[in-house]
């Protein structure tokens, strides 16, 4: 079993950054691929961005390709989402998830395949 834990939220106008940290703690880390996946307001909860148990490999939501980086440190057992030129319709819930992979390269972006999750970080963004 993993933990995880989501910081760096909080409140930006349209245009600026932020970055979201996920700290893990539990099983060793690098045996998860990660992904975010976030919750707007009243909406359905959704795929943001995946990365593998090594980094070789990342996906992202259409909605913030070129915008939004995944990134992890398994030193550190935190992975990362930089997300810039934020817009309005980026407001959400923002949650990380741990998927157990035997595959190093692989990445989940089934909300259903992931088997930890945090408690999330909200990220406003006003306009």
């Known amino acids: 079993q993993v933990q995880l834990v989501e910081s760096g939220g909080g409140l930006v106008q349209a245009g600026g950054s932020l970055r979201l940290s996920c700290a893990a703690s539990?099983?060793?880390?690098?045996?998860?691929?990660m992904g975010w996946f976030r919750q707007p307001p009243g909406k359905e909860r959704e795929f943001v961005a995946a990365?593998?148990?090594?980094?070789?490999?990342?996906s992202y939501a259409d909605s913030v390709k070129g915008r939004f980086a995944i990134s992890r440190d398994n030193a550190k057992n935190t992975v990362y989402l930089q997300m810039n030129s934020l817009k309005p319709e980026d407001t959400a819930d923002y949650f990380c998830?741990?998927?157990?992979?035997?595959?190093?390269?692989?990445?989940?972006?089934?909300?259903?395949?992931?088997?930890?999750w945090g408690q999330g970080t909200q990220v406003t963004v006003s306009s």
């Open positions: 998830a741990a998927d157990r992979m035997s595959s190093i390269t692989g990445v989940t972006t089934t909300y259903d395949e992931y088997d930890f």
């Open positions: 539990g099983r060793p880390f690098s045996i998860y691929a």
């Open positions: 990365i593998s148990r090594t980094g070789i490999t990342t």
